[in-house]
């Protein structure tokens, strides 16, 4: 517990290159909020459970509070701020705003990376899958209607329906 | 009269054509979330911050023999370590979490931390500040407190027994408080009554998971002897009071500031003593300190509520006609009534609000409010109701049941009339501008209830089981300084002040008391100011959340804001329009009362024809005072303070509906589908309304159906992860209708009433409604929240 052990990682984040001595005992999000500041992902329970923390690694979601920042060696990381600056999910940020899907907003950077996923795969989905996909992704305010209504809105018009 | 739809007779002033009343604009803050932009108080980091971490009470009840800290100042990054004894010393005074206007009430003074004993598992007992917050929970780990287990109260049913260990010496037993109202004649209208049936209610504990846990920064600066308070709050004013009054630090020297906050529902309206020994931690170390609670942390000591047992009759004749209700309400609070709005409020409610909707003469209720060894129960979302409604709509369900008639037919004939208002209620409370009529026919319609029941019949030939639940309510917002706060001694305002000031570019700055926490109260208050001063949406920006900025207000609580918060904002708007007319006047040698502001131009109010832009109106009046006559002083700020006169709620009212399925197999409910109809009164921002009684309602429904903070025998807290308690995901949840009727307030020019907590109350009550109508086949009933499959089955009597 005095130790505190570190090792040295180099991972891409958001296309940037990062090299970074980093204590071992620390999650991903605490690396990505804490030494790069990133404080787009947030932190609901570090338990795996709430999906606030959601970002992608290597093209995959994961729980960024269930992954060790030394996991991430040789990664590549992309958070809602990454998201954001290419424009992956401009339409969808814009339905989220123009559909008030969020509240508090803190569940949304996680949920909008969740809800990417789904979009990616580019597959028509009824409200009953799109709200099976997001129940990884808890949200204590909306309800989840406004959700719904803003990912299927987003997801229909991609595919010109 | 139900104001649905405004014709050319009733139009109004947001009615005009540059009203942004009754529109939907986005949220600006909504932009920033999405982008991952937002600021938590985790996002802020200052320079020299360091990081707190509790040492809790692992025992309901304990005695604290010893506390070495040795090892723990030695960890590496540790600056302080601090025990509850080394804080009470520099504590004012203990908090007292007692009220004047709840006669008789009891509670123990309270530290921020425990001292020479701990009353509840999770009670902070040592705060540790270090270099990072991994440092600090270790250092804590290091702590060693010799405990000695003391007796612990865990069960509120056998706490007022006389075997019961007492938990305050000084209290003499366990009671908190005792209420009792009673009007008419209970027991003669029972004797009357066609039939009289009683049902005893179990509501569990259950607690308000805020997705972002408590957080915070204290900044103390000792140089200047001011504390900086960064924290995820709803109510700065009095967390300056508070701070400032726990540990003697001249209110005017303590700023709050909360930024963006994620998630709140009544939750962060109280005192938390991890967060007063984070200040004073910053205080004696001269350095900024950040207490962030995880998610363990929330579970054992965020405020809980709402456990409660309810034993409730009603009496009814053969006709429908309600003649009596009778409750009697047993609240399990904490091991202290929570300091400063107390533990007792949300019995309190129980009684005021219970059988609200309808026209028995006769109400009897009753309180008994227990201490336990657990954290204190206090306001969460909807505070009290949630329990009164579901007590109140299942006795009239059962009434319907035994009369075979329909639940919407003995509703129908129980409500009270939306044209006979002012009234009071059963409990005493006079209401005024209610539409329970015109919402339940609403509601009807909305849900095509006939075709719904055609359905049920259908299907239940096949064996699927499904209900169908309606819930009328009343739902108490906005109180009023004559209620609870104010006349009650809490330091806690029921009024609310905006102050708006034009700027020399014209554009207008409009700083309100009341607080966002994502409802989209800044946007509200946005679309108030430029509709009462007659300026683009654009050009107003809304500051709140920081008491440097902003003027003495009660932050938002109790579906305040839009109530008080925006007739303060529209007043003080309307007023700055009247100081610009008279400096334009002036200007254009006219009179002002000729002159109106459109679109942020200065017109004739006649024809339209523009006159001067409020951009020159700035630049005069900031710059070239000389163009203006010496009897014309522009201040160009206003503030202008609202408070409810005479009334201690503004209430509102509405009706749910639920359709759901149960598998009478496995106990598993699943819901369908969800309708509300409300009536908050004027609706400024309709798709934000919707939103907040959505939101609401899924709140209600988590409590209803999954949501339980379980204790043993010890009250050792069995599920305090989100892996074990359980909060509504999107797949559980249906789509929810939602619609209104707009009956404005009188109390106001504004007329809007609370919404925040429509969607909570009614929930549980529609939702075991249904869950109840789909068993009636099986003559099973559930009275037990949460309706677990367990509970379900338990109730079909396979378990
Ligand atoms: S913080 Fe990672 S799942 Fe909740
Ligand atoms: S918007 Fe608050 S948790 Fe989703």
Known sequence: MTGEETTEITLTVNGERIARRVRVREHLVDFLRGELQLTGSHLGCEHGICGACSVRVDGVVVRGCLMLAVQADGAEVTTIEGLTDTGEIADLQAAFVERNALQCGFCSPGMLVTAADLLKAAKPATREEIRNFLSGNFCRCTGYHAIVDAVETTLNKRLGR | ?799
């Open chain 2, 1 to 799: 009269m139900a104001n649905d739809i405004p014709t050319k007779a009733t139009l109004t002033p947001f009615d005009r054509p540059n009203s942004y009343v009754g529109r939907n604009l986005s949220r600006p803050g909504a932009r920033r979330a999405v982008a991952g932009r937002g600021t938590y108080t985790d996002d802020v980091v200052l320079p020299r911050m360091l990081h707190g971490a509790c040492v809790r009470s692992p025992y309901a009840h304990a005695k604290i023999v010893r506390i070495d800290t040795t090892a723990a100042r030695k960890a590496p990054g540790v600056a302080l370590v601090m025990t509850g004894a080394e804080l009470a010393k520099r504590c004012t005074a203990p908090w007292m979490g007692t009220l004047k206007v709840f006669e008789g009430m009891k509670s123990a003074p309270q530290y921020p931390m425990a001292v020479d004993r701990a009353c509840w598992q999770g009670e902070p007992v040592v705060f540790i500040a270090a270099r990072t917050r991994a440092e600090a929970e270790d250092a804590a780990e290091l702590v060693e407190v010799a405990w000695e287990e003391l007796p612990v109260v865990a069960e509120k049913k056998t706490a007022l027994d006389p075997k019961t260990p007492v938990l305050h010496a000084s209290l003499g037993d366990n009671l908190a408080f005792r209420k009792l109202i009673d009007t008419g004649d209970v027991e003669a209208a029972f004797k009357a009554a066609d039939h009289v049936i009683e049902e005893t209610f179990e509501f569990g504990r259950h607690t308000a998971v805020s997705l972002e846990p408590r957080s915070m920064i204290a900044d103390w600066n000792p140089a200047n002897e001011r504390l900086a308070v960064y924290i995820s709050n709803q109510v700065p004013h009095m967390m300056q009071y508070l701070f400032s009054r726990t540990l003697g630090v001249p209110e005017h020297n303590v700023r709050v500031v909360s930024h963006d906050v994620g998630g709140s529902f009544g939750m962060k309206i109280h005192s938390y003593g991890d967060e007063v020994a984070a200040c004073a931690a910053s205080m004696m170390l001269g350095r900024p300190v950040k207490f962030i609670a995880d998610r363990l942390e929330s579970f054992l000591t965020d405020i809980h509520a709402r456990e409660n047992t309810v034993r409730a009759k009603i009496g009814f004749n053969k006709d429908g006609t309600i003649t009596a209700f009778d409750i009697d309400d047993l609240s399990g609070i904490g091991a202290y009534s929570q300091y400063p709005r107390t533990s007792v409020f949300e019995a309190n409610q129980i009684l005021n609000i219970t059988a609200g909707p309808y026209k028995h003469p006769n109400y009897r209720a009753r309180a008994t409010v227990v201490y336990m060894n657990k954290v204190p129960t206090s306001q969460y979302r909807a505070v009290g109701h949630p329990i009164g409604i579901t007590v109140a709509e299942a006795l009239v369900d059962r009434a319907a049941e035994t009369l075979g008639m329909d639940p919407v037919e003995i509703r129908r004939r129980n409500v009270m009339e939306d044209n006979s208002y002012p009234r009071l209620t059963g409990s005493g409370i006079k209401v005024l501008d209610l539409s329970h009529q015109a919402c339940l026919e609403k509601l009807v319609r909305l849900m095509d209830y006939d075709a719904l029941r055609a359905e049920q019949a259908l299907l239940r030939n096949k064996g699927i089981w499904r209900g169908i639940g309606i819930a009328a309510f009343i739902k108490g917002t906005a109180p009023g300084p004559q209620g609870l706060y104010g006349a009650g001694g809490a330091p806690i305002a029921a009024q609310d002040a905006c102050t708006i000031k034009l700027e020399p570019s014209g554009n207008v700055i409009c700083a309100v008391g009341v607080s966002e926490q994502g409802q989209g109260v800044d946007t509200v208050m946005q679309q108030i100011a430029a509709t009462g001063l007659g300026v683009p949406f654009e050009s107003v920006r809304v500051i709140s959340g920081d008491t440097e900025t902003t003027p003495y207000g009660g932050g938002t609580y109790a579906s305040r804001a839009t109530a008080i918060g925006g007739e303060a904002t529209y007043q003080a708007a309307r007023k700055l329009r009247a100081e610009i007319l008279v400096i334009a006047g002036a200007l254009l040698q006219s009179d002002p009362k000729v002159l109106d502001i459109r679109n942020g131009v200065v017109v004739d109010a006649a024809n339209g024809t523009l006159r001067i832009p409020l951009s020159e109106i700035g630049r005069i009046g900031h710059f070239q005072l000389g163009e203006l006559p010496n009897d014309v002083q522009p201040t160009l700020s206003v503030t202008h303070r609202y408070r409810l006169l005479d009334l201690p709620y503004i209430f509102t009212n509405g009706i749910h509906g639920a359709y759901v399925e149960v598998d009478v197999d496995t106990g598993f409910i699943r819901h369908l589908k969800h309708w509300v109809v409300e009536d908050c009164g004027r609706i400024i921002n309709p798709q934000l309304a919707d939103e907040q009684v959505r939101g609401g309602a899924v709140q209600g429904l988590g409590g209803a159906l999954y949501e339980h903070c379980i204790y043993d025998e010890n009250a050792q807290l069995q599920n305090g992860t989100l892996a074990d308690y359980i909060i509504p995901m999107a797949v559980e949840m249906p789509d929810i209708v939602v619609d209104h009727v707009q009956t404005p307030t009188g109390q106001s020019e504004l007329g809007a009433k609370g919404a925040g907590e429509s969607g909570t109350g009614a929930a549980p009550g529609v939702i075991m409604g249904a869950v109840n109508d789909a068993l009636r086949p099986f003559g099973a009933r559930v009275t037990i929240q949460p309706m677990t499959p367990e509970v379900v089955l338990q109730a079909l009597g396979k378990l």
